[in-house]
């Protein structure tokens, strides 16, 4: 099945810095990456829709400003969280819209990135 | 109101023992249906697909009733490994092209010797 890596997988900070996270679809080409964040206990929420080669679509609420996406490739988008501070604290996760399995459109996820942010 | 609603758990069930989660979804419009599994600290899984007629996957049967927007997982001679989230997982609908995923927050399983 198409996999999908994330770099780094935790990574901790002092506030104020900023932190790239990197997504990669592996054996697959991704026109579409998704990023969401999850804080514990509660749902995945989608932040963005990163397509390559155009800028990103951001969900109601979040700040493009401070969440700086790029999707350069078919294969890799990046998430850099800029002057990071201790709410920013979560789980970041990417997926990528992948080759239909069974006639369906499927997104395959990575395997997230913890970012505590002292 | 939510657009993907769960009951949050947890389910304390024995081995062997058959567990059914439920799932409302808000978006009349939405046309794809799932359900994902995630463990502690991790990403989520695809369990499968729900389709219109139901379907079953081995020990998993999932069910959609359109008119309520409503949907179901049955979870049959529940393993120890089973233990994890189940999250409900709505497409927003409604408009041409792929739609984004509406992840509802999950339901938490702990299956016990």
């Known amino acids: 099945g198409a996999v999908v890596s994330q770099h780094p997988s935790r990574v901790i900070c002092k506030s104020g810095t900023s932190v790239k996270i990197e997504c990669r679809s592996l054996?697959?080409?991704?026109?579409?990456m998704f990023w969401y964040r999850q804080f514990p206990k509660q749902s995945l929420m989608l932040m963005a829709t990163?397509?390559?080669?155009?800028?990103?679509?951001?969900e109601q609420g979040v700040e493009k400003d401070k969440f700086l996406i790029n999707h350069a490739s078919l294969t890799l988008s990046t998430l850099t969280v800029t002057s990071a501070h201790p709410e920013d604290s979560s789980f970041y996760i990417c997926?990528?819209?992948?080759?239909?399995?069974?006639?369906?459109?499927?997104?395959?996820f990575g395997p997230g990135t913890r970012l505590l942010v002292l | 109101r939510k657009e993907v609603e769960q009951d949050p758990g947890p389910f304390n069930v024995p081995e062997g023992a058959t567990v059914a989660f439920n799932c409302t979804y808000s978006n009349s419009a939405s046309q794809s249906f799932f359900w994902y599994r995630q463990d502690c600290r991790k990403e989520p899984k695809l369990l499968m697909s729900v389709y219109s007629s139901g379907n079953e996957d081995g020990r998993f049967t999932a069910q959609l009733n359109r008119a309520s927007q409503y949907i179901s997982l049955l979870i049959r001679d529940s393993k120890l490994s089973d233990s994890a989230t189940y999250l409900c997982v709505v497409n927003a609908g409604g408009g041409g092209g792929y739609n984004k995923l509406i992840f509802g927050a999950g339901t938490r399983l702990a299956v016990h010797p």
């Open positions: 054996d697959f080409q991704a026109t579409t």
């Open positions: 990163s397509n390559e080669g155009s800028k990103a679509t951001y």
């Open positions: 997926s990528a819209r992948g080759p239909l399995e069974g006639g369906e459109e499927t997104q395959y």
